[in-house]
């Protein structure tokens, strides 16, 4: 009799309440860890940019750091396991003891039973919904996601002697996060003091710059960018991260030296060829709505075009970046008759033993045409992370039966380096089939 080894406790829940608005306070009490209240005088961290995995708008993952578990995120239907946020922070000197982060259940909501946390580019591992979870350091970037949740669809497939376990998000199905803390003590949380929301003109081209993802790449050819905010706004600092963070940081030219022009009040800042966030004081504060930022000198990559993977701007202790008003991130039409939409917006997951490890392989791919694959390595009921990609997807073609998808981004494999990453993907009503890091993902048991 064949026997295969679960690494989770699979839970079924009942649902309870009303449909879920996102950013509404849930009508029914969430299972969740207790609210902690943020002092008015407590000790403040600045946040930068936040996004979360399944967005609908650029500056929905803010309300994750605001103090307050009145607002929340929540994710697309069909995407709560592998879906995320992740957020940079300025850097400070203030050290944090402890994070906690507070999940939201109710009406289509899934409960949430454990999670991973990434802290500073460094995996710190998989804990229960309701733990606080030890640091003692300075956080400038971390990334919370779901591992595991209830309502998971499973199967066994056996291919011979080998059984895969076949794990899925069922379709309706999402999940919400309404608040992350940083404690400074116990009990004790930091004030985050999350962006200012400054509306602006901006062109679409732009977008890539100030949607609070490093793994979006402007791209430039005439080496400048343009925008006007409605209203004036200042600039003391810069905090940018030049060149391609999504993959080889190498491949396009970086700014060495740019000016920054405000209502025709300019100044220009010197910029290290570094890779990761940079933050650099304006010889004195310049202020108004008209702004050009403009690449003067270059660090020479293996292409000439020149890559910013990400910029905003300082006043005192808050940050802003032009934002536009009601702009929703763009949806891919997909032919809902196709077999490709059968599967947008859902997370699948595969687990077997090869050799002496046993290693699950996760797949999600979403409507605003973006796609994330990992591999995790199962240890107990801790699954820790071996490699991630993401980026952007193309379908080549789509039709009841088949499809054929090229998937192009960068791969990251934890341990410092990151490479561009490709991989042609086959869909079938089977599940996934791919060309090089990875074999199958079924999506059925036979």
Same mark, same amino acid.
């Given at each position: 009799?064949?026997?295969?080894?679960?690494?989770? =406790?699979?839970?079924?829940?009942? $649902?309870?309440?009303?449909?879920? @608005?996102?950013?509404?306070?849930?009508? @029914?009490?969430?299972?969740?860890?207790?609210?902690?209240?943020?002092?008015?005088?407590?000790?403040?961290?600045?946040?930068?940019?936040?996004?979360? /995995?399944?967005?609908?708008?650029?500056?929905?993952?803010?309300?994750?750091?605001?103090?307050?578990?009145? /607002?929340?995120?929540?994710?697309?239907?069909?995407?709560?396991?592998? !879906?995320?946020?992740?957020?940079?922070?300025?850097?400070? %000197?203030?050290?944090?003891?402890?994070?906690?982060?507070?999940?939201?259940?109710?009406?289509?909501? &899934? #409960?949430?039973?454990?999670?991973? *946390?990434?802290? $500073?580019?460094?995996?710190?591992?998989?804990?229960?919904?309701?733990?606080?979870?030890?640091?003692?350091?300075?956080?400038?970037?971390?990334?919370?996601?779901?591992?595991?949740?209830?309502?998971?669809?499973?199967?066994? #497939?056996?291919?011979?002697?080998?059984?895969?376990?076949?794990?899925?998000?069922?379709?309706?199905? $999402?999940?919400?996060?309404?608040?992350?803390?940083?404690?400074?003590?116990?009990?004790?949380?930091?004030?985050?003091?999350?962006?200012?929301?400054?509306?602006?003109?901006?062109?679409?081209?732009?977008?890539?710059?100030?949607?609070?993802?490093?793994?979006?790449?402007? +791209?430039?050819?005439?080496?400048?960018?343009?925008?006007?905010? =409605?209203?004036?706004?200042? &600039?003391?600092?810069?905090?940018?991260?030049?060149?391609?963070?999504?993959?080889?940081?190498?491949?396009? %030219?970086?700014?060495? #030296?740019?000016?920054?022009?405000?209502?025709?009040?300019?100044?220009?800042?010197?910029?290290?060829?570094? #890779?990761? *966030?940079? &933050?650099?004081?304006?010889? !004195?504060?310049?202020?108004?709505?008209?702004?050009?930022?403009?690449?003067?000198?270059?660090?020479?990559? @293996?292409?000439?075009?020149?890559?910013?993977?990400?910029? /905003?701007?300082? $006043?005192?202790?808050?940050?802003?970046?032009?934002? +536009?008003?009601?702009?929703?991130?763009?949806?891919?039409?997909?032919?809902?008759?196709?077999?490709?939409?059968?599967?947008?917006?859902?997370?699948?997951?595969? @687990?077997?033993?090869?050799?002496?490890?046993?290693?699950?392989?996760?797949?999600?791919?979403?409507?605003?045409?973006?796609?994330?694959?990992?591999?995790?390595?199962?240890?107990?009921?801790? /699954?820790?992370?071996?490699?991630?990609?993401?980026?952007?997807?193309?379908?080549?073609?789509?039709?009841?039966?088949?499809?054929?998808?090229?998937?192009?981004?960068?791969?990251?494999?934890?341990?410092?380096?990151?490479?561009?990453?490709?991989?042609?993907?086959?869909?079938?009503?089977?599940?996934?089939?791919?060309?090089?890091?990875?074999?199958?993902?079924?999506?059925?048991?036979?």
């Amino acid at each position: 009799m064949r026997i295969y080894l679960l690494f989770f =406790l699979v839970l079924f829940l009942t $649902n309870c309440g009303k449909d879920n @608005t996102a950013n509404q306070k849930p009508p @029914t009490k969430p299972i969740s860890t207790p609210e902690k209240v943020v002092e008015e005088n407590a000790k403040t961290i600045t946040l930068l940019d936040a996004h979360t /995995s399944s967005p609908s708008t650029f500056n929905e993952g803010y309300v994750l750091f605001d103090n307050s578990t009145n /607002s929340m995120w929540a994710s697309k239907p069909g995407t709560y396991q592998g !879906e995320y946020v992740a957020a940079d922070f300025l850097p400070s %000197s203030n050290i944090v003891k402890s994070i906690g982060v507070k999940f939201e259940q109710f009406g289509n909501m &899934v #409960r949430t039973f454990r999670y991973r *946390l990434t802290v $500073n580019g460094r995996f710190l591992g998989e804990y229960k919904y309701n733990e606080v979870v030890p640091f003692n350091d300075i956080v400038e970037s971390l990334k919370v996601q779901i591992s595991y949740a209830a309502e998971m669809g499973d199967a066994i #497939r056996y291919e011979g002697q080998k059984s895969i376990r076949v794990n899925y998000t069922q379709a309706g199905k $999402n999940a919400g996060i309404s608040e992350v803390w940083l404690f400074e003590d116990v009990d004790k949380p930091y004030k985050i003091i999350t962006p200012q929301k400054s509306f602006a003109k901006v062109d679409n081209d732009l977008l890539s710059v100030f949607d609070n993802k490093k793994e979006t790449v402007w +791209i430039g050819k005439n080496e400048k960018l343009t925008f006007s905010t =409605l209203e004036p706004n200042s &600039v003391e600092k810069i905090a940018i991260h030049s060149g391609n963070m999504l993959s080889d940081f190498g491949k396009y %030219s970086r700014p060495k #030296r740019i000016s920054i022009s405000v209502d025709g009040n300019s100044q220009e800042v010197d910029i290290q060829d570094v #890779r990761g *966030l940079q &933050v650099i004081s304006l010889r !004195e504060s310049i202020s108004g709505k008209d702004y050009t930022i403009e690449v003067l000198e270059t660090y020479a990559g @293996t292409k000439k075009e020149v890559a910013i993977s990400g910029l /905003s701007f300082l $006043n005192g202790e808050q940050s802003w970046k032009p934002t +536009i008003s009601n702009y929703k991130l763009p949806v891919s039409e997909i032919d809902k008759t196709t077999i490709f939409s059968q599967f947008v917006n859902g997370h699948y997951a595969n @687990t077997w033993k090869p050799e002496d490890k046993t290693l699950t392989t996760a797949i999600a791919f979403r409507s605003n045409g973006t796609f994330d694959l990992e591999q995790y390595q199962e240890v107990g009921q801790q /699954s820790v992370p071996q490699w991630n990609a993401k980026g952007t997807y193309k379908i080549i073609s789509n039709t009841d039966k088949k499809a054929k998808l090229q998937l192009t981004g960068g791969m990251d494999d934890l341990e410092g380096r990151v490479s561009d990453f490709s991989e042609t993907v086959t869909i079938t009503p089977d599940g996934f089939k791919g060309t090089k890091h990875f074999e199958n993902i079924y999506v059925r048991s036979n």
